[in-house]
Nanobody, 120 residues
Framework: QVQLVESGGGLVQAGGSLRLSCAASGTIFSINAMGWYRQAPGKQRDLVAA??????MYADSVKGRFTISRDNAKNTVHLQMNSLKPEDTAVYYC???????????????WGQGTQVTVSS
């Protein structure tokens, strides 16, 4: 079983930055994709970014502003969010794909979520 714990959310003004972190316990291999989804009120949960060897992907809405990184030795994944916009306001969820070489399109494990609020 894998458990994910996120940290780093909060309130920031538009144009500001936040860094989210996710620590995973349990067995995760480097070939398991890790990443972040987000869900705004009344909207579906969408993939924001994912990473594993051979794959680093971002949603179009965050390209050039967000950077995902991973420390395999510590089983952690981070999301550096710069130039934040009010439309980035959402609950951000850490996620892991149990399938080797997966693309995090259907995660098997989820964190509890961390709120990010961007004020205008």
């Amino acid at each position: 079983q894998v458990q994910l714990v996120e940290s780093g959310g909060g309130l920031v003004q538009a144009g500001g930055s936040l860094r989210l972190s996710c620590a995973a316990s349990g067995t995760i291999f480097s070939i398991n994709a890790m990443g972040w989804y987000r869900q705004a009120p009344g909207k579906q949960r969408d993939l924001v970014a994912a990473i594993r060897p051979g794959l680093t992907m971002y949603a179009d809405s965050v390209k050039g502003r967000f950077t995902i990184s991973r420390d395999n030795a510590k089983n952690t994944v981070h999301l550096q969010m710069n130039s934040l916009k009010p439309e980035d306001t959402a609950v951000y969820y850490c996620a892991v794909d149990r399938n080797p070489w997966g693309r995090l399109s259907s995660p098997d494990y989820w964190g509890q979520g961390t709120q990010v609020t961007v004020s205008s």
